[in-house]
């Protein structure tokens, strides 16, 4: 019904029992994310109101059953904490319950920011408005110092790669702090002749963030790197908001959602919920590279990041984590035109920096 | 060696792999922590310098190797998101890693907050110096009306409650807003006699947090609700430096960690990294509730808050998640007299409030 999906937030579990027990855990999940009170605590109204509406309850297979459950959107009152706390928040201390999905009401999906630059911004800032993925790499690794760092984004940029980001670990470490190391990068990238974006990891203390969005800023970068999940997620709304800075998302500490029978789904967290934060890219781990996800989870997070969603611009998959640079045609082929493809390994592997991001650029235009 | 405790974070992983295969994943994870590089691409000095060093190697059991990893502490700065993420960031997309413990270092420890009240100093404000357990309350359900809630919250002031706070799912929803809730909860301890704290939850996004947190000061709050995974962990280090207030932390969404072969072991996470983060008590799911605690894990928890930890004060543990009032007295001869008893539901089944108060207080302080 229309007016259900306007204002109430649906959403998927699938419960780790079978449909006989679902019932009893269903109402249970749906009292303990609102009201968190023994039944018989608490009046008509407020049952009405705020207790999450079991919708339905079916067997998917022996043991596990899925089940879905309404709430009203003015639960989450427009804050991005108590979403995540209406999800996920009590219940992820209870075992064998994952979030598969969630149906957006429209009066929620207009209170959260969504990406301000998406593929199309993104493609704007990179000047790449053709219909071709674009190429990432990331500077590391922790250690080096500012002036090494910024050799190897000198290098990436005359080999023609769209965006040079940091490694995520890279911090204030005192290796390489973070305004020289930003200063000296951006200063490489125009040397190199301008056409990539270098964008400085801010992930960082909850004081120390703005100061390193702003100082990004002022030193000319469009965007910036940020690890939602280790700074808190709404973190990236206020990057964006005050600062107009394109963000690429890490999926640091995502793993511990990641369970077949506990957690949230990938597509889910990654490819909604990082977009709905504000991020124009999310990273996750390609499948065949080190990580363990597979093909489908990589095709429904891209699904999701670009596919329409209430007024939210779509934002780019950047499918990372051991992408061989041999195989990126073929990934071209199944993922499309509108991903970013960010390589590292494969081309630090090869040690002339600038050739092996020449041959990345190839693999990717020639592809075209 | 005191050289090594003094500069090195010694991380003990479980590993759900033979011991033969244990060498080859952890060096995996030493690298991919670190410098996130394919071997043969950085040299002796980053692999001496900034690779982790694995230190041991041994068998648990049959498909579960203890590994224990030393990573120097500059690679974390001193910054508690990259803390998080050299723990845990990239492996937490890994498969069977569990961290069990970690030894750290008097260099990082240094640079922690740790609480600012901790135990003797949540005691001050409590006004409760002689060594009994404190009594905490629930503020809920949400949907009733600010009103409604500072009735409740003057009942349990009356009744004799140490510590009232909100429950974590209270926000800035229409039906209570932020401003007004926590307007009338202190007029109301304050009406009650003044014995008892108000603490309201200040969880909300970037931009809010700072503006609540003042918001609490102004209108006579000594402490706060903060729950650190749904806003960022760092963010409760700018709450206690900027605005003194005495910090309860929720383990909303830390359940996520919680596996048996996966994710970071309850005691470390609640018991040590919430205290380092500035938490003066932290909440957890109380064994024979309605959460799958053990009384291990919780003992475990209960001795790393209190143990010493560097120059750290300790912080209280807040037991929770459906404890009954009956057996308060045994929990009190187990866990002891420092420790802080939350029961919501249990005193919300008796109706009324003021009578179930005393109840509890009769309880907690009858059995000392």
């Known amino acids: 019904m229309a007016s259900k999906a306007g204002t109430r937030l649906c959403v998927t579990y699938e419960l780790a029992c079978a449909e006989r027990q679902a019932a009893l855990r269903a109402r249970e999940i749906a009292v303990e994310q609102t009201v968190?009170?023994?039944?018989?605590?608490?009046?008509?109204?407020?049952?009405?109101?705020?207790?999450?509406?079991?919708?339905?309850?079916?067997?998917?297979?022996?043991?596990?059953?899925?089940?879905?459950?309404?709430?009203?959107?003015?639960?989450?009152?427009?804050?991005?904490?108590?979403?995540?706390?209406?999800?996920?928040?009590?219940?992820?201390?209870?075992?064998?319950?994952?979030?598969?999905?969630?149906?957006?009401?429209?009066?929620?999906?207009?209170?959260v920011p969504g990406p301000r630059w998406g593929v199309d911004g993104l493609r704007r800032l990179c000047r790449v408005e053709s219909r071709r993925p674009l190429l990432c790499t990331a500077l590391k690794p922790m250690g080096l110092s500012a002036r090494q760092l910024a050799d190897r984004c000198r290098d990436f940029a005359r080999g023609g790669?769209?965006?040079?980001?940091?490694?995520?670990?890279?911090?204030?470490?005192?290796?390489?702090?973070?305004?020289?190391?930003?200063?000296?990068?951006?200063?490489a990238v125009v040397e190199a002749g301008g056409g990539s974006l270098y964008f400085p990891n801010i992930t960082a203390g909850f004081s120390e963030i703005e100061r390193r969005a702003e100082l990004a800023r002022q030193l000319g970068c469009r965007g910036v790197l940020i690890s939602p999940l280790l700074v808190g997620a709404d973190t990236v709304r206020r990057v964006v908001e005050r600062h107009g800075l394109a963000v690429l998302a890490h999926p640091a500490l995502a793993g511990a959602f990641f369970h077949p029978d506990h957690g949230i789904a990938p597509e889910l967290l990654l490819g909604q919920i990082f977009r709905m934060l504000g991020s124009d890219g999310v990273i996750y781990?390609?499948?065949?590279?080190?990580?363990?996800?597979?093909?489908?989870?990589?095709?429904?997070?891209?699904?999701?990041?670009?596919?329409?969603?209430?007024s939210l611009r779509p934002a780019f998959p950047v499918p990372a984590g051991g992408i061989d640079l041999a195989r990126?045609?073929?990934?071209?082929?199944?993922?499309?035109?509108?991903?970013?493809?960010?390589?590292?390994?494969?081309?630090?592997?090869?040690?002339?920096?600038?050739?092996?991001?020449r041959a990345f650029r190839e693999a990717v235009t020639g592809a075209g």
Request: aromatic share 6%; charged share 30%; with cysteine.
């Open 328 to 357: 990126v045609p073929e990934w071209i082929r199944v993922y499309g035109p509108d991903t970013i493809f960010l390589i590292g390994g494969s081309l630090y592997a090869q040690r002339n920096l600038v050739e092996a991001s």
């Open 285 to 310: 781990p390609n499948a065949g590279g080190r990580f363990p996800f597979d093909e489908a989870t990589c095709a429904a997070i891209n699904a999701n990041l670009r596919s329409p969603l209430g």
């Open 36 to 111: 968190e009170l023994p039944e018989g605590t608490f009046g008509e109204e407020i049952e009405r109101e705020v207790v999450g509406r079991v919708e339905s309850i079916d067997a998917i297979r022996e043991s596990c059953t899925r089940v879905i459950i309404s709430y009203d959107a003015r639960t989450v009152g427009g804050e991005i904490p108590q979403l995540l706390n209406l999800l996920f928040g009590n219940i992820s201390l209870k075992k064998g319950i994952r979030i598969a999905a969630v149906d957006w009401p429209d009066a929620l999906l207009r209170e």
């Open 161 to 187: 790669i769209d965006l040079i980001k940091d490694d995520h670990g890279l911090a204030d470490q005192e290796s390489a702090r973070f305004e020289e190391r930003v200063h000296r990068c951006v200063e």
